[in-house]
C-alpha cells in the first residue's frame, strides 16, 4: 500500500473514532439528561394543600398526627390500649379531612362511579390537575398530550365497603376499575387526555419515589415530553393496622420519632402528591419555572438479608451511591439527605450507617457535616406516598435554599445506639440557612420498602449560572430584559361553574394587587396559555395589579356554551361520532389569524354598484375628503366608528381578545407573549366543586339501582307524546347516574359522566321500560341529550310499543 494512500486511510479512521466518540458522549448524555420539576400539587395531614402550607409548617413546630376522625368507626372499633388479638393499640395518626369530598362533574364522573371511586385515585386526579396547572400546562383531552403517568399506590380498603364478606348485593360494574391499582395511572391519563405510558407501582413504601426513577427513564428514552409523577395512601380499614400492630411496628403514640433515643415504631399517615417533570433542556425552552432539577435515580433490591421485611445497610448503600454515579454528583457537594427515617430501634442505625459510608468520609473532610431529617416526624408515614411527601420537601429546600429544623430540643436525646460523634451526620434542631461553604445546593432523598425494594434520588437547587455545566451544548439562558412592559394585561378566568369562576378570581385578585409590571406581565401570560378554557368565563383588563384586582372582583361571568353556541347537522342516526368528528374538523381550521379569507369580490362590486347610484366613493388619501364630508354632516351626525390612534391599537385588539374569549372563541393567546415573559408556577388553581361520596360504615352496601323497570311510565293505552317520553328517558338517566341534580340538555352523555357501563344500563332500562329494543347506533355519546334523548324518543314512538304501567 502507497504512504499516501496508507495516510488517508488513517484520517478517515481517525475521523470516524471522534465521531463515534461524539454519538457515545450524546447518548451517555441523553441516559443522564438533568430533569426539571415545574408543577406539583399535594394533599397532606394539617390541611395542607398548598406549597406555600407545607412550606410554612415545616418551618413551624406544629404536627399533623391526631386522633382517629369520627368518620372512620372501624378503626375507632379496633381500638384498645392494650392490643390484644385482633385489636390496634393505635388511635392516633396523620389523618387527611374531607376524604369523602370530591368534584365527580369535572372529570366528567357520574355520581354513581364516584360513589364507588377509590378515594386514593380521587386524591390523585385532583392533584394531578393541579400540578399541570402550576406548570402551566393546558390540559385538553382532545389534544392527546404527550405526558407519562407514574403512580405509587399500594392499598385498596375502599373497596372492602363495596363488597363485604357477608353481602355481595354491592358489586356492580364500576367494583372492579374502581379500586383496581392499576387504574390509579391509567385514570388520570384517561380523565386528562394524556397519551404517554402510565404505571402504578407498589413497592409498599419506597413505590412513589420507584415512580420518579420510571418516570426519569421514561423521558431520557423520550417515551414522552412531560411526566407526572405522585403517590397517595389513606387509612380505611382496621386491617392493616390491626397487623402492623400485631407484629410490633406502629409507635403506641402514633408518632414517628426519626433517630431519637425514644423511637419505638412509627406512625401512619395519610395524603397523596404528585410532581411534574420534563427534561430541563425542554423547560428551559419552554420558559418554565424550574422548582428544581432532578440529577440522577437509581433502584435497587434487598436480595438475601436476615428477613423479607428486614433493612438491608449495604443495599441502601449502594442504592445511593448509583443514584450518585448516574447524577454525575460527588459525595462532598450533597448537603442534606431527607431520609426514609422510620424511627424504628433496628432500620434508624442501618440507614445511618449506610449514610456515613456514602458521605461520612466527605462531610469530614470538607468540615461541614451531613444534615439529615424526616417529615414522617411531623405527618406520619405515608407508606406508598412518603417518597413524594419527601420530594416535594426537598423540592420547597432547594428552592429556598434553608434547612428546616428536624427536631425540638424538647424531643430529647438522639438514639446512642448511632455514633453521632464519629458519623459526620447532624439532626438540627433548629432551621438554618444552607451551608455557605457548599457551592451548589445538592440533597438526596432516599425511600426503603418494606418488600426490600430500595429507592434515592439526588435532587440540585435551580441555578441559570449552573445551566452551562449541567448541559454543556446549550448556552446559558440571557438574563430577563429590563425593557418596560407596555400595558394593559389580559387576564382570563374559566371554571366549569360560574362559582368556581367567581371564586378563581377573587383569589387571583389578592395574588395579583401587588405584582409589578414585568411579573404581571408573565402571571397574564401564564393564565392565557397555561390554562384550559371552560365554559363559564370572564376576562379583564387592566394596567396595573390593582386595577386588574378590582376589575376580576366585579367582571360579570359569561356562559360560553350560551353565547357561542356549537351548530351540528345531524342526517339520523347512522353516523355515531358525528359532533366529535365535527369538533376535530372546527380544531383544524382556526379562525383567528388566517388571514383574509374572502372568495368573491363583493367589496369591489360593492364599491361599483354605489358609483352606479351616484354615491362618491373614494378610498386611500383624498385630502379634500373630509371637507366636504364635514360639509354634508352636523356634530351629531358624523361620529368616528374605530379610534384611529395607534398608541390604542393594543388595548383594542386585547379587547377583542377579551370579547372573543368570552363569547365561547378560542384565540391563539401564545402570539400575545411578550419578551421576557415565562410560565409562573405560584398562581391559584382550579377551585375544585366538591361534595360527599362515600360508602359509610358499618352498613357497607352501597345505594344500587334495582334491576327491572326503572318506574311507572304515564299514558293511556301506550299513547305517550313525544315530550312525555323524552322527560321520561331523562328521567331514567338521572336514577342511572344517581344524579341529583338536574342533567343540562346541552351537554353529551359522555360530558355528564356517562361510559360504556352506565350506557348499557341505561339502554337496559329503556327497554324494560317501553317494552322495546333500543339500536345501539342511536346512542350517540358524543351528541348533546337534547339530540341523544330527542332521537331515542322519536324511535320508541315510532315502534308503537309502548305500553302503560
Same mark, same amino acid.
Given at each position: 500500500m502507497e504512504l499516501e494512500q496508507l495516510r488517508h486511510l488513517m484520517e478517515e479512521q481517525l475521523r470516524l473514532s471522534r465521531t463515534l466518540k461524539t454519538r457515545v458522549a450524546e447518548l451517555e448524555g441523553a441516559r443522564r439528561a438533568p430533569l426539571a420539576v415545574v408543577g406539583l400539587g399535594l394533599r397532606l395531614p394539617g390541611g395542607l394543600s398548598t406549597p406555600e402550607a407545607y412550606w410554612d409548617f415545616l418551618n413551624s413546630d406544629h404536627t399533623a398526627i391526631g386522633p382517629i376522625p369520627a368518620d372512620r368507626p372501624g378503626l375507632r372499633a379496633a381500638y384498645d390500649p392494650a392490643g390484644g388479638p385482633g385489636k390496634s393499640y393505635v388511635d392516633q395518626a396523620g389523618f387527611l379531612t374531607g376524604i369523602a369530598d370530591f368534584d365527580a362533574g369535572f372529570f366528567g364522573i357520574s355520581n354513581r362511579e364516584a360513589e364507588a371511586l377509590d378515594p386514593q385515585q380521587r386524591l390523585l386526579l385532583e392533584t394531578a390537575w393541579e400540578a399541570m396547572e402550576r406548570a402551566g400546562i393546558a390540559v385538553r383531552r382532545a389534544d392527546r398530550l404527550d405526558t407519562g403517568v407514574f403512580v405509587g399506590i399500594m392499598g385498596a380498603e375502599y373497596s372492602q365497603?363495596?363488597?363485604?364478606?357477608?353481602?355481595?348485593?354491592?358489586?356492580?360494574?364500576?367494583?372492579?376499575?374502581?379500586?383496581?391499582?392499576?387504574?390509579?395511572?391509567?385514570?388520570?391519563?384517561?380523565?386528562?387526555?394524556?397519551?404517554?405510558?402510565?404505571?402504578?407501582?407498589?413497592?409498599?413504601?419506597?413505590?412513589?419515589?420507584?415512580?420518579?426513577?420510571?418516570?426519569?427513564?421514561?423521558?431520557?428514552?423520550?417515551?414522552?415530553?412531560?411526566?407526572i409523577v405522585g403517590g397517595a395512601n389513606?387509612?380505611?380499614?382496621?386491617?392493616?393496622?390491626?397487623?402492623?400492630?400485631?407484629?410490633?411496628?406502629?409507635?403506641?403514640?402514633?408518632?414517628?420519632?426519626?433517630?431519637?433515643?425514644?423511637?419505638?415504631?412509627?406512625?401512619?399517615?395519610?395524603?397523596?402528591?404528585?410532581?411534574?417533570?420534563?427534561?430541563?433542556?425542554?423547560?428551559?425552552?419552554?420558559?418554565?419555572?424550574?422548582?428544581?432539577?432532578?440529577?440522577?435515580?437509581?433502584?435497587?433490591?434487598?436480595?438475601?438479608?436476615?428477613?423479607?421485611?428486614?433493612?438491608?445497610?449495604?443495599?441502601?448503600q449502594q442504592v445511593i451511591q448509583a443514584a450518585l454515579q448516574e447524577g454525575g454528583v460527588r459525595p462532598d457537594e450533597v448537603g442534606y439527605v431527607e431520609a426514609h427515617g422510620t424511627g424504628t430501634r433496628l432500620g434508624d442505625p442501618l440507614e445511618t450507617g449506610a449514610l456515613q459510608a456514602v458521605f461520612g468520609a466527605a462531610a469530614g473532610a470538607r468540615g461541614v457535616?451531613?444534615?439529615?431529617?424526616?417529615?414522617?416526624?411531623?405527618?406520619?408515614?405515608?407508606? %406508598?406516598?412518603? /417518597?413524594? #411527601?419527601? &420530594?416535594?420537601?426537598?423540592?420547597?429546600? @432547594? *428552592?429556598? +435554599? !434553608?434547612?428546616?429544623?428536624?427536631?425540638?430540643?424538647?424531643d430529647g436525646p438522639l438514639n446512642p445506639l448511632i455514633p453521632w460523634a464519629d458519623n459526620h451526620l447532624t439532626v438540627p434542631d433548629r432551621g438554618t440557612p444552607w451551608p455557605a461553604a457548599l457551592p451548589h445546593r445538592i440533597a438526596g432523598v432516599s425511600a426503603f420498602g418494606l418488600s426490600g425494594t430500595?429507592?434515592?434520588?439526588?435532587?440540585?437547587?435551580?441555578?441559570?449560572?449552573?445551566?452551562?455545566?449541567?448541559?454543556?451544548?446549550?448556552?446559558?439562558?440571557?438574563?430577563?430584559?429590563?425593557?418596560?412592559?407596555?400595558?394593559?394585561?389580559?387576564?382570563?378566568?374559566?371554571?366549569?361553574?360560574?362559582?368556581?369562576?367567581?371564586?378563581?378570581?377573587?383569589?387571583?385578585?389578592?395574588?395579583? %394587587?401587588?405584582? /409589578?409590571? #414585568?411579573? &404581571?406581565?408573565?402571571?397574564?401570560?401564564? @393564565? *392565557?396559555? +397555561? !390554562?384550559?378554557?371552560?365554559?363559564?368565563?370572564?376576562?379583564?383588563?387592566?394596567?396595573?395589579?390593582?386595577?386588574?384586582?378590582?376589575?376580576?372582583?366585579?367582571?360579570?361571568?359569561?356562559?360560553?356554551?350560551?353565547?357561542?353556541?356549537?351548530?351540528?347537522?345531524?342526517?339520523?342516526?347512522?353516523?355515531?361520532?358525528?359532533?366529535?368528528?365535527?369538533?376535530?374538523?372546527?380544531?383544524?381550521?382556526?379562525?383567528?389569524?388566517?388571514?383574509d379569507q374572502r372568495t368573491d369580490p363583493t367589496p369591489d362590486r360593492l364599491a361599483r354598484m354605489l358609483t352606479l347610484l351616484g354615491v362618491a366613493v373614494r378610498t386611500g388619501a383624498d385630502p379634500g375628503l373630509p371637507a366636504g364630508v364635514a360639509r354634508l354632516c352636523w356634530d351629531d351626525q358624523a361620529h368616528p366608528l374605530l379610534d384611529g390612534d395607534p398608541?390604542?391599537?393594543?388595548?383594542?385588539?386585547?379587547?377583542?381578545?377579551?370579547?372573543?374569549?368570552?363569547?365561547?372563541?378560542?384565540?391563539?393567546?401564545?402570539?400575545?407573549?411578550?419578551?421576557?415573559?415565562?410560565i409562573v408556577a405560584d398562581l391559584p388553581v382550579y377551585p375544585f366543586q366538591r361534595r360527599r361520596f362515600w360508602v359509610d360504615e358499618p352498613d357497607l352496601?352501597?345505594?344500587?339501582?334495582?334491576?327491572?323497570?326503572?318506574?311507572?311510565?304515564?299514558?293511556?293505552?301506550?299513547?305517550?307524546?313525544?315530550?312525555?317520553?323524552?322527560?321520561?328517558?331523562?328521567?331514567?338517566?338521572?336514577?342511572?347516574?344517581?344524579?341529583?341534580?338536574?342533567?343540562?340538555?346541552?351537554?353529551?352523555?359522555?360530558?355528564?359522566?356517562?361510559?360504556?357501563?352506565?350506557?348499557?344500563?341505561?339502554?337496559?332500562?329503556?327497554?324494560?321500560?317501553?317494552?322495546?329494543?333500543?339500536?345501539?347506533?342511536?346512542?350517540?355519546?358524543?351528541?348533546?341529550?337534547?339530540?341523544?334523548?330527542?332521537?331515542?324518543?322519536?324511535?320508541?314512538?315510532?315502534?308503537?310499543?309502548?305500553?302503560?304501567?
Open positions: 365497603r363495596l363488597a363485604p364478606a357477608t353481602d355481595k348485593s354491592g358489586i356492580d360494574p364500576y367494583f372492579g376499575t374502581s379500586g383496581g391499582l392499576c387504574f390509579a395511572a391509567g385514570r388520570i391519563s384517561y380523565a386528562l387526555g394524556l397519551a404517554g405510558p402510565a404505571l402504578s407501582v407498589d413497592t409498599a413504601c419506597s413505590s412513589s419515589l420507584v415512580a420518579l426513577h420510571l418516570a426519569a427513564q421514561a423521558l431520557r428514552r423520550e417515551e414522552c415530553r412531560y411526566a389513606l387509612v380505611l380499614s382496621a386491617d392493616l393496622m390491626v397487623s402492623l400492630c400485631q407484629s410490633g411496628a406502629l409507635a403506641p403514640d402514633g408518632r414517628t420519632k426519626a433517630f431519637r433515643a425514644d423511637a419505638d415504631g412509627y406512625g401512619r399517615g395519610e395524603g397523596a402528591g404528585v410532581l411534574v417533570l420534563m427534561t430541563l433542556e425542554r423547560a428551559l425552552r419552554e420558559e418554565r419555572t424550574v422548582l428544581a432539577v432532578v440529577r440522577g435515580t437509581a433502584v435497587n433490591s434487598d436480595g438475601a438479608s436476615s428477613g423479607l421485611t428486614v433493612p438491608s445497610g449495604p443495599a441502601q457535616p451531613l444534615a439529615i431529617g424526616s417529615v414522617k416526624s411531623r405527618i406520619g408515614h405515608l407508606e %406508598a406516598a412518603s /417518597g413524594i #411527601a419527601s &420530594l416535594v420537601k426537598l423540592v420547597l429546600m @432547594l *428552592r429556598a +435554599g !434553608r434547612i428546616p429544623a428536624a427536631r425540638s430540643v424538647a430500595n429507592a434515592h434520588a439526588v435532587l440540585e437547587a435551580f441555578d441559570p449560572q449552573r445551566v452551562a455545566a449541567l448541559l454543556p451544548h446549550r448556552a446559558a439562558p440571557a438574563a430577563p430584559a429590563n425593557a418596560a412592559v407596555p400595558a394593559p394585561h389580559l387576564v382570563t378566568v374559566s371554571a366549569k361553574d360560574p362559582s368556581a369562576v367567581r371564586q378563581l378570581a377573587l383569589t387571583l385578585a389578592s395574588r395579583l %394587587a401587588g405584582l /409589578g409590571a #414585568a411579573e &404581571l406581565s408573565s402571571a397574564s401570560h401564564t @393564565l *392565557r396559555t +397555561g !390554562r384550559a378554557a371552560f365554559p363559564y368565563r370572564l376576562a379583564v383588563l387592566g394596567d396595573t395589579g390593582a386595577e386588574l384586582a378590582r376589575h376580576l372582583r366585579a367582571a360579570p361571568i359569561t356562559d360560553a356554551s350560551a353565547a357561542f353556541p356549537q351548530v351540528r347537522l345531524h342526517w339520523g342516526p347512522d353516523a355515531p361520532g358525528t359532533s366529535a368528528a365535527a369538533d376535530r374538523l372546527a380544531a383544524a381550521f382556526p379562525l383567528l389569524g388566517a388571514g398608541e390604542q391599537a393594543p388595548r383594542l385588539l386585547l379587547a377583542a381578545l377579551s370579547a372573543l374569549f368570552q363569547a365561547g372563541g378560542d384565540p391563539r393567546f401564545d402570539a400575545l407573549r411578550r419578551p421576557g415573559d415565562r352496601t352501597p345505594t344500587t339501582v334495582a334491576a327491572g323497570p326503572s318506574g311507572a311510565v304515564a299514558g293511556v293505552d301506550g299513547g305517550l307524546s313525544h315530550d312525555e317520553v323524552t322527560d321520561s328517558l331523562m328521567a331514567e338517566l338521572r336514577e342511572v347516574l344517581h344524579a341529583e341534580e338536574e342533567l343540562d340538555p346541552r351537554q353529551s352523555f359522555l360530558e355528564i359522566g356517562g361510559d360504556s357501563f352506565t350506557a348499557m344500563l341505561f339502554v337496559k332500562g329503556v327497554e324494560q321500560r317501553f317494552n322495546t329494543t333500543v339500536p345501539l347506533e342511536l346512542m350517540d355519546m358524543d351528541a348533546p341529550l337534547a339530540s341523544l334523548l330527542g332521537c331515542l324518543a322519536t324511535d320508541i314512538v315510532g315502534a308503537g310499543r309502548l305500553v302503560a304501567r
